[in-house]
């Protein structure tokens, strides 16, 4: 990114070209994707992954303990304020699948969940 | 009956259907009928001896829950007890299965929820009650309320030849177990012969039931490995506030109806939404409930009774056109 920020040539055109060596170079590290937790939601509420395509899941919280959970991923993390936690998984099934809180919250716990989709 | 019985199966499933109760074969301790005969006679009352029982299982009373799905508040916890008291014989003991409260924010105003169910379950003539947390009760805190009230949230003892084990899933804040309440475990278990009858009491199912409504227990797998070799565990539980039976392995494991409100059959989809089925005036008792469990080491069985609190035989239909009419619930 530093190359492109020096050569002062406008920041549009800066993220597509960064965008597009990403995509060129074959070895690239996992794409991030950031889920932030409070009670009781995730944000995003959805997201949606590339079967076959690693990604990476930054998770944080800004209120308290919080859990996300995709058994069908083999996501299981936990976060806290100040305790980010982070997995790598590729999904090899196409479908909707919820993502739960799974620490236990308060009163809106049970519906605290988001969906990843992968297509 | 009379034929000796094969110990590999030592506790296996007759009569499969939930409503009219599973009954349950099993052979306590190893002994023949003769030595049960004797421990009948020398154990009449002491607990340890093996002989005929019976328990009840009530469960999910969430005290102190507010909200559309049970008007009634308290209502169903009250009716069991009464229910329960009626029973003749009066059972041996009594297993409350979790979130016996409704969490609050405020330490205080749970602390007096924990203190309501005490007064309600007080009424119960049986005086031996067990208890296991649910994530209302003590996932907040750590568990902190519930062992003020209740003692230690995993624990064991023997009676009538049926070892109990109550094991905590909630407390960490997570649908787990914990390895030190593993290993607890393992030790625990180590002085029984296979054959040993066990029921494990706990609030969450111990397999994968419906991970997506957090109706499982992460290392579910690992407390089940601990009990594969044992020929006759019977796992008795709460939290999906509906009847279920399934079989892992050699062990048989039942959720109990709920004496709040109950939750639907999970739909197949990963992403349904999970709510509570709504409540119905005209059967206001519907899908709640109260468990039964007798054994009888002279017969070798062990069944599981679950009576809904609508039934005729327990309730009446005039008590709840009673609590209709006055219409306190609402
Ligand atoms: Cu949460």
């Known amino acids: 990114m530093n190359r492109f920020n020096k050569s002062l040539i406008p920041s549009l055109l800066t993220l597509l070209l960064a965008a597009a060596s990403v995509v060129a170079q074959p070895e690239t590290p996992a794409r991030v994707i950031e889920i932030s937790a409070k009670k009781f939601e995730f944000t995003p509420n959805v997201v949606t992954l590339k079967k076959d395509e690693p990604v990476t899941i930054h998770f944080t919280s800004t209120d308290r303990a919080h859990g996300l959970l995709v058994k069908e991923f083999k996501i299981d993390l936990d976060a806290d304020v100040g305790k980010p936690a982070d997995v790598t998984v590729t999904p090899h099934e196409a479908g909707s699948f919820a993502a739960i809180c799974d620490h236990y919250c308060g009163s809106g716990h049970g519906n605290m969940k988001m969906t990843f989709v992968v297509e | ?330």
């Open chain 2, 1 to 330: 009956m009379a034929k000796p019985f094969d110990r590999r199966s030592f506790m296996r499933l007759s009569a499969a259907s939930l409503g009219a109760g599973a009954l349950l074969r099993f052979m306590p301790f190893g002994s023949t009928a003769n030595g049960m005969t004797l421990g009948n006679l020398l154990g009449s009352r002491n607990g340890e001896a093996p002989g005929p029982f019976s328990i009840v299982q009530l469960s999910d009373t969430h005290v102190g829950f507010q909200g559309p799905p049970d008007p009634l508040g308290t209502k169903a916890f009250e009716r069991a007890v009464d229910a329960v008291n009626a029973l003749n014989p009066q059972p041996d003991l009594i297993l409350f299965t979790g979130d016996l409260t409704h969490d609050s924010e405020d330490p205080a105003e749970h602390a007096k929820r924990f203190a309501a169910f005490k007064a309600i379950s007080g009424r119960l003539r049986v005086k031996k009650q067990m208890h296991v947390p649910g994530e209302h009760d003590a996932a907040l805190d750590g568990g902190t309320l519930f062992r003020e009230h209740f003692g230690e949230t995993h624990y064991s003892f023997d009676h009538r030849g049926v070892h109990f084990v109550a094991l905590d899933n909630v407390s960490a804040g997570k649908p787990i177990v914990g390895a030190e309440q593993i290993a607890w475990l393992k030790k625990d278990l180590a002085r029984f012969p296979k054959t040993a009858p066990i029921v494990v009491f706990t609030h969450r199912p111990l397999f994968d039931l419906k991970p997506e409504w957090e109706w499982f227990t992460s290392d579910g797998d690992e407390v089940m490995n601990v009990l594969a070799p044992y020929d006759a565990v019977t796992v008795l539980y709460g939290h999906i506030h509906r009847l279920n039976h399934s079989t892992i392995g050699k062990s048989q494991h039942y959720a109990a109806r709920s004496l709040i409100f109950a939750f639907p059959e999970p739909p197949a989809a990963s992403t349904a939404e999970k709510k509570p089925l709504p409540f119905d005036k005209t059967q206001p008792f519907r899908n709640l409930g109260i468990r039964e469990i007798t054994g009888n080491s002279t017969r070798h069985t062990l069944s599981v009774n679950d009576v809904e609190l609508t039934s005729r035989e327990l309730s009446g239909t005039e008590g709840v056109q009673q609590i209709l009419k006055t219409g306190d619930f609402l």
